[in-house]
């Protein structure tokens, strides 16, 4: 089966291999930044108002993805160390599982922010002049969220098994379905009606549907998904106790980190001074600093599939020695991008935000986070390693210390009370990628990690029990 030839077994992992696992996904995260970015140029280019409202709309499609994102967190740990051990049956398993849950969750979650909608843009503080706007982003965009989860999750299956050409093949047809239909739609170009922002909608689930069906096929077709892979539930409830403790503190990292940014959105909606231009150029820089972390994330991505694997195989060792080869070349070339960066971020600024006022907030955004890309990078590498290894909890631990004690009072301080812009929001942000990345390092320096992985040893010794005999 493609599990068992997939298997990482105890043995040195080469540079060549890191980067043959490592470019595809990087592809796949320029691809999805496309998308995003897309839209916020798209909405940029049909009003000012348009653009700071999507901003809010995208961040809270963020938090409402957050159960995928746990769940494909843990999923990946599962299948990954399971792939490791060599036990191909349960590998299988974990995924039908998490995919038949994940949507469950997924139509829940979006019945619930439906009914949520105007309680929560009050609770942000979300300007007059945009409110009724916004609530119908949000209601536009709702649609697509049961098609991202079935993304998330399917793609999180494939790449858990080092099988990363497929996840970026279903990136490239959302790439190309969002960006053909998001300027034609939204702004009347090759021959398309001019729809404004239901036509970013539109482009929104056309592109996600189109890529979540296509991993579907590929799982299929590979034999990933079929009828073994959703287990009796005396196995399920076995198995779901080791994918509750990743995939619990991986959905509390993400509920901290999420509504930290929405309560940031906050605390820049209500700045003294010129608000709605500080969220059209805080939502603009912040697709544009993502392209820097598109190789961090895909290095993450890796680190997570590899470190996985070899806990599995129960070689501890070479687990560390391969993350700590993943977070220095990480660092090291990501941060030279940002050098490279710097002297462009003027001309960048002006490209995402037509408007002059949205511009400047957008550029002093683009600066601070270009400072502080080392640290981000750092963060998002060892995220993904902690991931791998199914020790979740430490990254609870970090994440949300980083935000809630450190980004957002110094973000009310200097933002409120002492810089009264939106200046004070980016430097509060900048301080706190520093303690984020002093946390989590000193976390995979001094903890045990390794520890919360199912490794080879521990799978020989439950098989009868746990994966009713397959090994």
Partial sequence: MAESALST??????????????????????????????????????????????????????????????????????????????LPLRAKRYGGMVLKYGLVFAALVTGAAFFLRGWVLQLLQVPETIFSLTEYLWLLFLAAVPSNYLLLLTSAMFRARSMVFIPLGAAAVACLVNVLLATGLGLGLWGFPH?????????????????????IYKAIRLGIIDRQAFGPWSWEKKALVYLFKVAAPAGGSQIFWQLGYLVLFGVTASLPHDPVNALAGMNAGMRVESILFLPAIAFSMTASMLVGQLLGAGDKKEAARVAWRIIVTGCLAMSLGALCLWPFAEGIAAFIAPDPQARLHALSYLRYNLLGTPFSVISMILSGILTGAGATVYSLAVFSSAVWLVRLPLAYLFGHIIWQDATGVFFAMFVSQAVQASLILFVFRRCDWARFAMTARRAKKNAARHDNGDR
């Fill in 9 to 86: 077994r105890a043995a040195h992992i080469s540079a060549r291999r890191i980067w043959h696992l490592t470019w595809p996904q990087g592809l796949m995260m320029i691809c999805q930044f496309l998308v995003g970015f897309t839209d916020v140029w798209v909405a940029g280019h049909i009003d000012r108002d348009v653009q700071a409202a999507l901003g809010l709309v995208i961040q809270c499609q963020l938090v409402l993805a957050i159960v995928g994102v746990a769940m494909a967190n843990g999923s990946i740990a599962a299948i990954s160390q399971s792939v490791g051990a060599r």
């Fill in 195 to 215: 729809l404004g922002v239901e036509g970013m909608a539109v482009s929104t689930f056309c592109s996600v549907t189109a890529a979540g069906l296509f991993n």
